[in-house]
Every structure is written in structure tokens, then in C-alpha cells.
């Protein structure tokens, strides 16, 4: 048994030996960004370090540096196992972000007494031997060397926040490797940005390319101010105050994004924008906010979930929103002034309430509720929509993308459009033995049956009973079906030709040109003879 005061000397004992252990460890400071770690640390004289894991000791088989000591005053900082540095001198710290654009070398470092080259202040690029790169500060120098290192570890040249500008010019100041532009109208991502995007160039798309534009959780993410004419698509929008910001600006597409952890995920403050297909979830305040006598904007086809207001809307009024997925806001939208009416639906189907709470039951169902969703007394979603909806890309024809949708509580999966066949294919899978239903909603121009009666509708290779509701350029089938995992073959009679109608038309010409002049030809032979 320990006695009190021995207790407390062995405590004592154990502090001080924990406090000698991470003395040669590592400490993680908060995170500057997501991806971004921040370590003090001190590498003693001899001693070897893995940035990668933060490590320092007299040997780790994945060791990136090596702070030799080969006499009392000869010293080298020497990279190990393919590891690479370069040294860029006495820099402000902060403003070194992008490593691909320094030069890295395997050679050793002299950080001798008498021939100093990383005095206090140096700053240094690593390249790790699993190719993460890392930036790190000689804070004090000596026998032992006491650092700072940011370390990026999802393979990106990015070890700081940066605000890049693509400039009217064209060009995108400062210039970095992960912002590839080939013609100054399309600037396409290569790989993970820290930072923030400020767009100073009309008619442009920026096209994330499936890459990550992320920071601390302050500044806007993607700013538009007075710009025409923009795309911002398919790019990952994370932990921003404002994930993409639009003020005085018109014709701007924000076009499959994922915008997500942020306080507002969109922030538009201006008319005559399109949003569409993006999905917008876990931001902090609000997914979405139309702000003060905005009009005319086109929010179609996203996603906004659980986010605390899913759309804010701040003396705004004539904006049509439909087709969205309104699904576990704390508050679905929120109206910060009554008197200013928006538009729900396209005259036929409007957007997907979680908290909905009617009925389908008019005729026997049509995947639309009976009753009206009322956000307000202005607003008003006339065509709530009974389950998700789901849009599917059926091919491209004549330069023109056709989109089938379904509205269904079933899980879609497998979807296929055979132009052979006339026919679009689907899997939908719920709990075994309930109910299902699917509304599906098919372009004229992609599929269709002058008839009606014509569409074959079949569950698992059964023909089943289905209504047909037509309108200007799309049918919509409702049918329902027993759940477990089903396959759904839908048949119609006209579908869209494999050749543009220009290129037929050019086809026929060309054959009716040749027949001319065969036939010309003969009738010169003729005359001859």
C-alpha cells in the first residue's frame, strides 16, 4: 500500500515522466481547416521525425527527417526514405499555401553553427515519402530544434488558407496549380482548395470536378458580386459563414454542389439566378436565404436537409421553388416578413415536405397531396409532393440531357433508359410488404404514347394497373406495388430518334442531291446517244 506521501511523490513521478514523453511527441493544436493539422514540437539533436504522424525518436522506419548532428557545430536537416524539403527562408509563415509551386529536393539541409542556412524564422516545404506535404517553422534553433508544422493529410500542396481571385483578365491571382483554366471560360479544380474563391470575370463556369473547397468556418466560400453570367458546379462547399455568396448578379447557375457544414450554405441578394440539383445539409442557421426584394430566382431539384432553417427567405417575393426535398429542418422555411409571395410548384408538382402531414387519395393517388402545404398566408405549396423526389440522367441527344423523375417512397436504384426498347427500367426497394407507390415523370421527347392506353407499366414482369396524366411536355405514370426489392419495365410507343434532326435532315439532302445528279447523268447520256 502507497502512502500519502509517497503517493503524491509517485504522482509527481508519473507527470514528470509523461511530461519528458510528449516533450519528444507531438501536440496537435485546433485544426486551422479540415485536413489541416497544426503541431508544435521539438526535434532533439540525432533525434528523426515522421511528419505524418507526428512522431520524433531516435528511429521510426518512416521517418521523413533526420536532424543529424555530425560533430558538436556540423549539422544537417536530411530528408529520409524519398522524403523531399525546400528551403524558402526567412517568409511570413502564413502565406505560404500552395507547396506545388516551390521546387523540393532530397539533399540535405546545412544547419551547421558556422554555416547556418535555417536561423529562427526559416520556413520549409516537406513532402512526406507517402506524398503529404507539410510546412514547417524553425521557431528556435539549436542543438535541439523547436518547430511549428502544418501538415496536410489527404495528399493536397495546400498547407494554408488563401483567397484566390480569377481575375477579368482571365488570369487567377496567385496563381496555383489547383485552379486549371486551358481557354479563361472554364476554370476546373485538380484537386482540394483551403480558402476562398472571389469570381471578378463574367461568362465563366467554375467547375469543382468533384473537389473540395473548404476553411475555418469564417468568410464566404464562392463570392459573386456584380458578375452575369457564371456556373459554379460540382464542387463540395464545407465550413464557410457563406458557402456561396451572390449580390448583384444575374444568370448565375449553381448547378450540383454539395454545400454542407457551413452557417449559411447559399446567400443570394439579387434576382434572375438558377439553383439546382445541389444538395444543401447541416448548415448551422440556413440552407438557403433569399434576401431583401430578390425576384425571379429558380430553386429546382435540391436537396435541403437538416439544416436549422431549411430556406430563409427576408422580404423576398416572386421566386419559384419546386421540386426540392424539404426533409428534417429544424424549420422548413422560415419568412421573416408576411406580405411577399413566392411560387411553390410548376403548375404541376411542387416540393417534398417531411413534416407534410395529408393524404393522397383523390381517384386513387397520383403521388401528389390533396392538400395544399402552407409555409404562409403568401406561401402557399399547392402540389406537395408524397414521397422524395429523384431526378435520373436517360442520355444525351442533339446536345440536349433528357431527366426522368420519380416521386416515390421506395429507394430507386438501378435506373435505365433503352432506346431500342422504348423502354425505362428501375429497381425500388422499401419494407418487405408495404405499400409502395411511384409517380414517374417521363419527357415527351425522350418517351412517349400518343395513346394512353398504349404504356405498358410491369413489377417484377407482371403487367400492372397504372394512371396516365398528360401535359405540354411530360407524362407522368402513377402505380403502386407491394415492396420487397421489385424491377419496373415502363413501354412507350415513340421514341426519341437515334439521329438529331439536323443530322437527318442533312442525311436526306445529301441522298436526294446524289439521286439529282445520277439522274442528271443519264438523262446527259441519253442526249448524247
Excluded at 520556413?123 to 534553433?141: E, F, G, P, Q, S
Excluded at 481557354?183 to 479544380?189: A, E, K, Q, S, V
Excluded at 440531357?401 to 420519380?406: C, K
Excluded at 435532315?505 to 445528279?517: D, K, R, S, Y
Aim: contains cysteine; negative net charge; proline residues 3%.
Amino acid at each position: 500500500m502507497i502512502k500519502p506521501r509517497k503517493a503524491l511523490l509517485f504522482s509527481l513521478m508519473i507527470l514528470s515522466l509523461l511530461s519528458a514523453v510528449f516533450s519528444i511527441g507531438f501536440r496537435m493544436s485546433a485544426e486551422a481547416s479540415p485536413g489541416l493539422i497544426t503541431m508544435s514540437l521539438t526535434i532533439g539533436g540525432t533525434q528523426t521525425l515522421d511528419v505524418d504522424t507526428g512522431q520524433v525518436g531516435s528511429s521510426f522506419p518512416d521517418t521523413d527527417l533526420w536532424w543529424s548532428q555530425v560533430t558538436s557545430t556540423e549539422r544537417f536537416l536530411v530528408p529520409e526514405n524519398g522524403a523531399e524539403l525546400a528551403n524558402l527562408g526567412i517568409v511570413d509563415f502564413d502565406s505560404v499555401v500552395d507547396c506545388s509551386i516551390y521546387t523540393l529536393s532530397k539533399d540535405p539541409i546545412n544547419g551547421s553553427v558556422d554555416n547556418n542556412t535555417i536561423p529562427d524564422g526559416t520556413v520549409l516545404v516537406i513532402k512526406t515519402n507517402i506524398a503529404n506535404y507539410a510546412k514547417m517553422r524553425i521557431d528556435i534553433y539549436g542543438y535541439d530544434l523547436n518547430v511549428t508544422i502544418v501538415y496536410q493529410d489527404d495528399g493536397s500542396p495546400i498547407v494554408g488558407e488563401q483567397t484566390y481571385y480569377i481575375k477579368a483578365d482571365g488570369s487567377v491571382q496567385p496563381f496555383t496549380s489547383l485552379i486549371s483554366t486551358a481557354d479563361n471560360i472554364t476554370y476546373t479544380f485538380t484537386g482540394n482548395l483551403y480558402g476562398s474563391i472571389v469570381v471578378e470575370k463574367d461568362n465563366i463556369v467554375v467547375d469543382g470536378a468533384g473537389y473540395m473547397l473548404q476553411r475555418n468556418g469564417t468568410g464566404r466560400g464562392i463570392e459573386l458580386t456584380d458578375r452575369n453570367n457564371v456556373t459554379i458546379k460540382n464542387m463540395e462547399i464545407e465550413h464557410f459563414q457563406s458557402g456561396i455568396w451572390i449580390q448583384n448578379s444575374s444568370d448565375i447557375d449553381v448547378f450540383r454542389n454539395k454545400i454542407v457544414n457551413n452557417t449559411f450554405g447559399i446567400w443570394i441578394f439579387c434576382s434572375n439566378n438558377t439553383v439546382y440539383g445541389n444538395t444543401i445539409t447541416n448548415n448551422s442557421d440556413s440552407g438557403l436565404v433569399i434576401d431583401i426584394y430578390s425576384s425571379n430566382n429558380i430553386v429546382y431539384g435540391n436537396n435541403i436537409t437538416y439544416n436549422n432553417r431549411g430556406t430563409w427567405l427576408i422580404m423576398a417575393s416572386d421566386n419559384i421553388l419546386y421540386h426540392n426535398n424539404f426533409v428534417d429542418n429544424t424549420q422548413q422555411v422560415y419568412v421573416s416578413a408576411s406580405g411577399y409571395a413566392n411560387i411553390w410548384d410548376d403548375d404541376v408538382e411542387g416540393n417534398y415536405w417531411s413534416d407534410y402531414a395529408g393524404s393522397d387519395l383523390d381517384s386513387g393517388g397520383n403521388g401528389i397531396g390533396d392538400d395544399p402545404y402552407v409555409v404562409d398566408l403568401n406561401n402557399t405549396d399547392r402540389f406537395p409532393l408524397m414521397g422524395p423526389i429523384s431526378f435520373f440522367n436517360a442520355g444525351t441527344w442533339d446536345e440536349v440531357t433528357y431527366y426522368a423523375h420519380t416521386i416515390t417512397n421506395s429507394t430507386v436504384s438501378d435506373f435505365y433508359f433503352s432506346q431500342n426498347d422504348g423502354l425505362i427500367s428501375f429497381n425500388v426497394t422499401g419494407l418487405d410488404s408495404s405499400v409502395g407507390f411511384c409517380r414517374v415523370g417521363i419527357p415527351k421527347d425522350l418517351l412517349y404514347s400518343p395513346d394512353p392506353g398504349d404504356w405498358v407499366v410491369r413489377v417484377n414482369g407482371t403487367v400492372v394497373p397504372f394512371r396516365v396524366q398528360e401535359f405540354e411536355t411530360y407524362s407522368f405514370i402513377y402505380f403502386t406495388y407491394s415492396h420487397s426489392t421489385q424491377n419496373v419495365q415502363i413501354f412507350g410507343i415513340e421514341v426519341i430518334p437515334e439521329f438529331p434532326t439536323w443530322a437527318l435532315t442533312l442525311l436526306i439532302f445529301m441522298m436526294l442531291t446524289f439521286a439529282i445528279a445520277i439522274h442528271k447523268r443519264r438523262l446527259l447520256k441519253t442526249s448524247i446517244h
